[in-house]
């Protein structure tokens, strides 16, 4: 740590959600194929955990080629390169790299990610505060868990939506009723649900709830610009291909158009339950 450089925090995550249907081969076993590595979680994100922490140590590499300190037998080759301490062994002492980088990191490697575990994200922020590795104000958090405008170039995503989840309950009678006897004379709780989520949105997707929206920060002109020239890199038919809706009437155009925050109903269930 050296108090003349300025903080950056670098989150990802570690733990992943259960494989789903279509590996073919064992997804907790990394393999390389045709020069792409395959594996549960490689993607989302031990990869850009790993590509968050070369990135830390070119960066202290080229410090050292700008402040003389480039060695000849230095080469890309060793940004793949880590080393693992004996146990009970000290830390080593900083390395000339770690010496030279402009800035102190801060790496934090959430293990609560896919189930919404904040407190463990808040706990390790305490602590690390506690212990010294918070001090002044950082001047960026960089979070490697997004997504790329497309299968093959890498973005740089300034920004993040933001999400409310909201969960409705619509009660009906003590008892289940025979729909052969009661059906349509008694109100009916799973309709009485679609009907209230018909009325959160148009038919065009557009939210009808009031208020919903008001307190949402308008977009930049930048931020419309960049948007914009987002949506004129991709291909419709590879998009629609992507989603999965070939047939579908979808095209990239919602980029560019700025559209305000959207709501999804995602679930719809059914339970008894003694009153």
Avoid at 32 to 37: E, R, S, T, Y
Avoid at 191 to 201: F, G, P, V
Avoid at 229 to 258: F, K, M, Q, V, Y
Wanted: net charge negative.
């Amino acid at each position: 740590w050296d108090e003349r450089k300025p903080l950056v925090v670098l989150y990802s995550h570690y733990d992943v959600v259960a494989p789903g249907p279509g590996w073919k081969g064992d997804p907790w076993q990394l393999k390389a194929v045709d020069g792409f590595l395959y594996g549960r979680g490689v993607v989302d994100n031990k990869g850009p955990l790993l590509a968050q922490i070369f990135a830390v140590q070119r960066l202290g590499r080229r410090s050292r080629r700008r402040n003389a300190l480039f060695l000849p037998d230095d080469d890309i080759r060793a940004d793949f390169c880590m080393t693992v301490e004996a146990e009970g062994s000290t830390l080593p002492s900083p390395s000339r790299a770690e010496q030279a980088c402009p800035v102190n990191v801060l790496f934090i490697a959430d293990g609560g990610e896919e189930t919404g575990n904040v407190e463990a994200v808040r706990r390790v922020l305490r602590q690390a505060r506690e212990d010294g590795w918070l001090r002044g104000q950082p001047v960026g958090i960089l979070v490697n868990n997004s997504s790329w405008i497309d299968d093959t170039r890498p973005c740089i995503c300034y920004g993040q939506r933001g999400v409310i989840d909201l969960k409705v309950r619509v009660r009906g009678g003590k008892r289940d009723l025979h729909s052969g006897v009661h059906g349509g004379l008694m109100p009916e709780p799973m309709l009485d649900l679609m009907a209230l989520c018909s009325t959160l949105s148009d038919a065009q997707g557009e939210p009808c709830v009031p208020g919903f929206a008001d307190d949402v920060r308008p977009e930049s002109d930048p931020d419309l610009r960049h948007m914009e020239a987002a949506a004129n890199t991709l291909d419709a038919a590879a998009l629609r291909h992507r989603l999965g809706i070939e047939n579908a009437a979808a095209a990239p155009a919602w980029l560019s158009e700025g559209r305000a925050p959207g709501i999804e109903a995602l679930r719809f269930g059914q339970r008894l339950a003694e009153l």
